[in-house]
């Protein structure tokens, strides 16, 4: 591979581009100062900034192509999308300002959903509701503000060791993203997943974080993603019996050259509706391990049964592997942290053991290898190569399959997208970027575990315990054990903050173990 040299400032490139990128790191502090800022007006207007820079960039970014141009020279139609889009943030402003357990009712009904829209001929799948929700969270939030009921929250306990740097590293990496977008090699890629995902999500953890949970709240949660999965499970279902996906040509044809038939139900591709499926199996499992025998107990697992046979149509084997370390998060709680930790360590032995000894009698094939995965055996050696060549601050946000293209495997590579996390950190942002992403992850597994001794009967503690300053420990357990499962699954398929449930995860773990009550006005 070429020697690569590092970015230098001076060439960042024309002024247009230099102002679009001081826009983008606008928004990005806008951003940060929600993320780090109390429930107060100040926080609802820094929401309110960052929500509105979004349509801002895409616009400037986007001026002279197809859709954009399309709108333009359709005033018509671009207002009757602006009055349209105004009037369902206005209503859902109102539904969460009138019953505030709506915003996350509202946010986990939008989470899966991806509305395709074809405008000048181009086609865009985009999460569509999730973003009108979030503008209607934010105008809720400054209709509080201005009446004065947001007052400044105190936490019954407050985060301490890694667990206090989860908010400022979730900050930081919103930020340095945008920095790199003054040198990245694909900015405009950059760009749109800082705006249709960075800073939308974080918006939205801004919100989530700030709820104060109830046992009858979090049983209403976990009844729509029940809903939700079973809807979405019928819909797979459907499409398995009938061999007829919804949407997605690139499935639809892999699927007539393969002996078996994947589905991807309501989502665009099997391994996202395979993680979403592993998510909901995870919930209901906590649920199930930590609920007195009873009718609900059945009908959980009779749930559970239904999500997991959805699972096996998908053929999604990161999403099995996902599944696996949730449920051995939950069994590391509920009973034994020991026994699950002795297993890891056979396992581990076990691999070595077969490399070691089995390793001249199996010949692998790398090339095999590479096609078994879809071509991400190349992506990673690939990844490496571009982490070398950039050590220190990498290509840049969003340019790894420009970069991948151009120095590693060509222009006519199949696969150019990388489908491992920690890979396309390195490769993008380098050193700096992969430092605050191991830090964020340690920080946010600190935050979610935080004081669970006292409660968990897999860390000691006697069954049934319950600590009154946080939150319920199936409630607990659950958020923990589901991030463990998405940050596994992004390890073979990537989509760590540009994936909301990510985002929503983190902010429900993290008032649970940090819980809020307001202060009085004295």
Same mark, same amino acid.
């Given at each position: 591979?070429?020697?690569?040299?590092?970015?230098?400032?001076?060439?960042?490139?024309?002024?247009?581009?230099?102002?679009?990128?001081?826009?983008?790191?606008?928004?990005?502090?806008?951003?940060?100062?929600?993320?780090?800022?109390?429930?107060?007006?100040?926080?609802?207007?820094?929401?309110?900034?960052?929500?509105?820079?979004?349509?801002?960039?895409?616009?400037?970014?986007?001026?002279?192509?197809?859709?954009?141009?399309?709108?333009?020279?359709?005033?018509?139609? %671009?207002?009757?999308?602006?009055?349209?889009?105004?009037?369902?943030?206005?209503?859902?402003?109102?539904?969460?300002?009138?019953?505030?357990?709506?915003?996350?009712?509202?946010?986990?009904?939008?989470?899966?959903?991806?509305?395709?829209?074809?405008?000048?001929?181009?086609?865009?799948?985009?999460?569509?509701?999730?973003?009108?929700?979030?503008?209607?969270?934010? %105008?809720?939030?400054?209709?509080?503000?201005?009446?004065?009921?947001?007052?400044?929250?105190?936490?019954?306990?407050?985060?301490?060791?890694?667990?206090?740097?989860?908010?400022?590293?979730?900050?930081?990496?919103?930020?340095?993203?945008?920095?790199?977008?003054?040198y990245s090699d694909d900015r405009s890629t950059g760009l749109q997943n800082l705006c249709f995902f960075l800073i939308p999500f974080g918006v939205i953890f801004s919100l989530i974080a700030e709820v104060e949970w109830t046992k009858e709240r979090?049983?209403?949660?976990?009844?729509?993603?029940?809903?939700?999965?079973?809807?979405?499970?019928?819909?797979?279902?459907?499409?398995?019996?009938?061999?007829? %996906?919804?949407?997605?040509?690139?499935?639809?044809?892999?699927?007539?050259?393969?002996?078996?038939?994947?589905?991807?139900?309501?989502?665009?591709?099997?391994?996202?509706?395979?993680?979403?499926?592993?998510?909901?199996?995870?919930?209901?499992?906590?649920?199930?391990?930590?609920?007195?025998?009873?009718?609900?107990?059945?009908?959980?697992?009779?749930?559970?049964?239904?999500?997991?046979?959805? %699972?096996?149509?998908?053929?999604?084997?990161?999403?099995?592997?996902?599944?696996?370390?949730?449920?051995?998060?939950?069994?590391?709680?509920?009973?034994?942290?020991?026994?699950?930790?002795?297993?890891?360590?056979?396992?581990?032995?076990?691999?070595?053991?077969?490399?070691?000894?089995?390793?001249?009698?199996?010949?692998?094939?790398?090339?095999?290898?590479?096609?078994?995965?879809?071509?991400?055996?190349?992506?990673?050696?690939?990844?490496?190569?571009?982490?070398?060549?950039?050590?220190?601050?990498?290509?840049?946000?969003?340019?790894?399959?420009?970069?991948?293209?151009?120095?590693?495997?060509?222009?006519?590579?199949?696969?150019?997208?990388?489908?491992?996390?920690?890979?396309?950190?390195?490769?993008?942002?380098?050193?700096?970027?992969?430092?605050?992403?191991?830090?964020?992850?340690?920080?946010?597994?600190?935050?979610?575990?935080?004081?669970?001794?006292?409660?968990?009967?897999?860390?000691?503690?006697?069954?049934?315990?319950?600590?009154?300053?946080?939150?319920?420990?199936?409630?607990?357990?659950?958020?923990?054990?589901?991030?463990?499962a998405v940050l596994v699954h992004t390890l073979t398929y990537a989509g760590f903050l540009d994936d909301p449930v990510t985002w929503v995860l983190i902010a429900i773990g993290y008032s649970l173990a940090f819980p809020c009550r307001a202060t009085?006005?004295?």
């Amino acid at each position: 591979m070429p020697e690569c040299p590092e970015p230098e400032l001076r060439e960042f490139g024309s002024a247009g581009k230099v102002i679009e990128a001081l826009a983008a790191l606008f928004a990005a502090g806008a951003l940060a100062v929600a993320i780090l800022d109390q429930p107060s007006m100040r926080r609802s207007v820094a929401m309110a900034v960052a929500g509105v820079m979004v349509p801002v960039l895409i616009a400037g970014d986007q001026w002279h192509s197809g859709p954009i141009t399309e709108l333009r020279n359709s005033p018509g139609m %671009l207002a009757l999308a602006i009055i349209c889009a105004l009037a369902a943030v206005v209503l859902i402003a109102w539904v969460i300002d009138r019953w505030p357990v709506m915003l996350p009712v509202l946010v986990l009904v939008a989470l899966p959903f991806r509305i395709p829209l074809n405008v000048g001929g181009e086609d865009a799948n985009l999460l569509i509701p999730l973003y009108l929700v979030m503008g209607g969270g934010v %105008l809720a939030s400054l209709i509080r503000a201005r009446r004065g009921d947001l007052l400044e929250a105190t936490p019954l306990v407050s985060p301490t060791g890694p667990a206090r740097w989860l908010k400022p590293l979730l900050a930081v990496a919103v930020v340095i993203y945008a920095l790199g977008l003054f040198y990245s090699d694909d900015r405009s890629t950059g760009l749109q997943n800082l705006c249709f995902f960075l800073i939308p999500f974080g918006v939205i953890f801004s919100l989530i974080a700030e709820v104060e949970w109830t046992k009858e709240r979090l049983r209403i949660l976990l009844g729509v993603l029940v809903g939700l999965a079973l809807v979405c499970a019928l819909v797979g279902f459907v499409e398995y019996a009938t061999r007829d %996906l919804l949407w997605n040509q690139v499935v639809i044809r892999s699927n007539d050259f393969h002996v078996y038939f994947r589905v991807n139900s309501l989502f665009w591709d099997p391994n996202v509706y395979g993680r979403y499926l592993a998510l909901a199996i995870t919930m209901v499992a906590a649920a199930l391990l930590w609920a007195r025998p009873n009718r609900d107990s059945v009908l959980l697992a009779l749930v559970s049964g239904v999500l997991w046979l959805a %699972l096996m149509t998908t053929y999604s084997q990161s999403s099995f592997i996902a599944l696996i370390a949730g449920l051995g998060t939950l069994i590391a709680l509920r009973w034994s942290l020991k026994w699950v930790l002795t297993g890891l360590a056979a396992l581990a032995v076990g691999v070595v053991l077969f490399g070691t000894f089995a390793g001249g009698l199996v010949k692998l094939d790398l090339g095999a290898i590479n096609k078994q995965t879809s071509g991400r055996a190349n992506l990673v050696e690939g990844g490496f190569d571009l982490f070398e060549a950039r050590p220190v601050y990498g290509y840049g946000p969003g340019s790894f399959s420009v970069a991948f293209k151009r120095e590693v495997a060509g222009p006519n590579a199949p696969v150019t997208e990388s489908h491992t996390e920690p890979i396309t950190v390195a490769a993008e942002q380098g050193l700096i970027g992969l430092a605050v992403y191991l830090a964020l992850i340690v920080s946010v597994l600190a935050a979610l575990a935080a004081g669970m001794r006292k409660v968990m009967p897999g860390l000691g503690a006697a069954p049934r315990s319950y600590d009154p300053e946080r939150g319920p420990p199936a409630a607990r357990a659950a958020m923990l054990a589901g991030f463990v499962a998405v940050l596994v699954h992004t390890l073979t398929y990537a989509g760590f903050l540009d994936d909301p449930v990510t985002w929503v995860l983190i902010a429900i773990g993290y008032s649970l173990a940090f819980p809020c009550r307001a202060t009085s006005a004295a």
